[in-house]
């Protein structure tokens, strides 16, 4: 299993960078960029891939409305070259406050639109004269749609690598089954091993049966904070904050994918509470209507023997590549954190 780490995209990104050398030492494999409505991903992933030499980079993720698939094709393949082809293309539809709110794009169609914006990044990155009829997108452009000069083009350098590994972030059934179709690797949020087959069991089992073999296992990209001690139990309340807000806060009623990702792991009354709570603006009584049973079945915190029980959980549920966020009080703890995860799953 492959140890990731998720950088923040909320501020202190320089000074993580710095640390990167110690954890890459102590076992890290890869790290991951997020872009919601805060600096661009793309910037400091072209950053990470000038101070790092092993590490795998990956966008974690580039939103498929914010750019056209030719140029988020052109963006991997340059994050591919700059980092010697260590780079991953994380994509994701996010979500209706984000895409019309801070871009002013429809959101529309995710499941079409992800299906054509990887074929078409696959073409480009096998250097083909990119032509495409879509039901969401047309290359080149047809002449009634605009100067009808337009023509097919092939990118014009050779990429280091004719397929740059895709991974889709998905917890919806339909998303979950697409990634499990035509994707290197699926990112769920708030993995819950015990419960993920019962989930997404299904789905994984439609999409996998459609997977082209060339495609190769099904990289299962898994996120859980981390800690390690007999006296770790109060950090689990540090979760409190982003399980409020996702499930509570990321949609309206009916329209939000956390809450209903929440209700079928059998929260249904919780977590129709924390939504009207934090609606209503009441954000901290909606933090402490999150069940602590959820917060700790998606967590890596507890003493070393229910920690590794769990590490064994992740590993019957699926997970691949476990992307972790030490929680310790200094670097050299958190670091030691990451080591002892090596020790572990080596």
């Given at each position: 299993?492959?140890?990731g780490m998720?950088?923040s995209?909320?501020?202190?990104?320089?000074e993580?960078?710095?640390?990167?050398?110690?954890?890459?030492?102590?076992?890290?494999?890869?790290?991951?960029?997020?872009?919601?409505?805060?600096?661009?991903?793309v910037?400091?992933?072209?950053?990470?891939a000038?101070?790092?030499?092993?590490?795998?980079l990956?966008?974690g993720?580039l939103?498929?409305?914010?750019?056209?698939?030719?140029?988020?094709?052109?963006?991997?393949?340059?994050l591919?070259y700059?980092s010697?082809?260590?780079?991953?293309?994380?994509?994701?539809?996010?979500?209706?406050?984000?895409?019309?709110?801070?871009?002013?794009?429809?959101?529309?169609?995710?499941?079409?639109?992800?299906?054509?914006?990887?074929d078409?990044?696959?073409?480009?990155?096998?250097?083909e004269?990119?032509?495409?009829?879509g039901?969401?997108?047309?290359?080149p452009?047809?002449?009634?749609?605009?100067?009808?000069?337009g023509?097919p083009?092939?990118?014009i350098?050779?990429?280091?690598?004719?397929?740059?590994?895709i991974?889709?972030?998905?917890?919806g059934?339909?998303?979950?089954?697409?990634?499990a179709?035509?994707?290197?690797?699926?990112?769920?949020?708030?993995?819950?091993?015990e419960?993920?087959t019962?989930?997404?069991?299904?789905?994984l089992?439609?999409g996998?049966?459609?997977?082209?073999?060339?495609?190769?296992?099904?990289?299962?990209?898994?996120?859980?904070?981390?800690?390690i001690?007999d006296?770790?139990d109060g950090?689990?309340?540090?979760?409190?904050?982003?399980?409020?807000?996702?499930?509570?806060?990321?949609?309206?009623?009916?329209?939000?994918?956390?809450?209903?990702?929440?209700?079928?792991?059998?929260?249904?009354?919780?977590?129709?509470?924390?939504?009207?709570l934090?609606?209503s603006?009441?954000?901290?009584?909606?933090?402490?209507?999150?069940?602590?049973?959820?917060?700790r079945?998606?967590?890596?915190?507890?003493?070393a023997t229910?920690?590794?029980?769990?590490?064994?959980?992740?590993?019957?549920?699926?997970?691949?590549?476990?992307?972790v966020?030490?929680l310790?009080?200094?670097?050299?703890s958190?670091v030691?954190?990451?080591?002892?995860?090596?020790?572990?799953?080596?």
């Amino acid at each position: 299993m492959r140890i990731g780490m998720q950088l923040s995209y909320s501020g202190g990104f320089t000074e993580a960078v710095a640390e990167l050398s110690d954890y890459e030492k102590a076992g890290l494999d890869i790290v991951f960029v997020a872009e919601a409505y805060s600096f661009d991903a793309v910037s400091q992933l072209g950053f990470l891939a000038a101070r790092t030499e092993r590490l795998q980079l990956g966008a974690g993720i580039l939103p498929i409305y914010t750019r056209t698939p030719t140029l988020i094709a052109m963006t991997a393949a340059g994050l591919d070259y700059v980092s010697g082809g260590r780079f991953a293309l994380g994509l994701g539809a996010s979500g209706p406050q984000v895409i019309e709110g801070f871009h002013g794009v429809p959101y529309d169609a995710p499941l079409g639109r992800t299906r054509e914006l990887i074929d078409i990044c696959r073409a480009v990155w096998r250097r083909e004269p990119v032509q495409y009829q879509g039901k969401y997108y047309t290359l080149p452009l047809p002449p009634e749609q605009g100067t009808g000069l337009g023509k097919p083009l092939k990118l014009i350098n050779h990429p280091v690598r004719p397929r740059i590994p895709i991974f889709v972030a998905a917890i919806g059934p339909k998303n979950v089954e697409l990634a499990a179709e035509v994707a290197e690797g699926w990112q769920p949020l708030f993995f819950h091993p015990e419960k993920a087959t019962a989930v997404w069991g299904s789905s994984l089992a439609a999409g996998k049966a459609r997977r082209d073999p060339e495609l190769g296992p099904l990289d299962v990209i898994v996120s859980a904070p981390l800690a390690i001690g007999d006296d770790t139990d109060g950090l689990l309340d540090l979760m409190r904050p982003m399980f409020a807000l996702y499930i509570g806060g990321m949609g309206a009623k009916g329209r939000n994918f956390y809450n209903s990702l929440a209700q079928r792991y059998g929260y249904e009354k919780e977590a129709e509470l924390i939504q009207d709570l934090y609606l209503s603006g009441k954000k901290k009584e909606a933090e402490a209507a999150v069940p602590e049973e959820l917060l700790r079945a998606t967590a890596l915190i507890g003493p070393a023997t229910q920690v590794r029980e769990k590490l064994a959980a992740y590993a019957d549920a699926g997970a691949t590549t476990l992307t972790v966020t030490p929680l310790a009080a200094d670097h050299r703890s958190r670091v030691a954190l990451v080591e002892q995860l090596r020790t572990w799953l080596s």
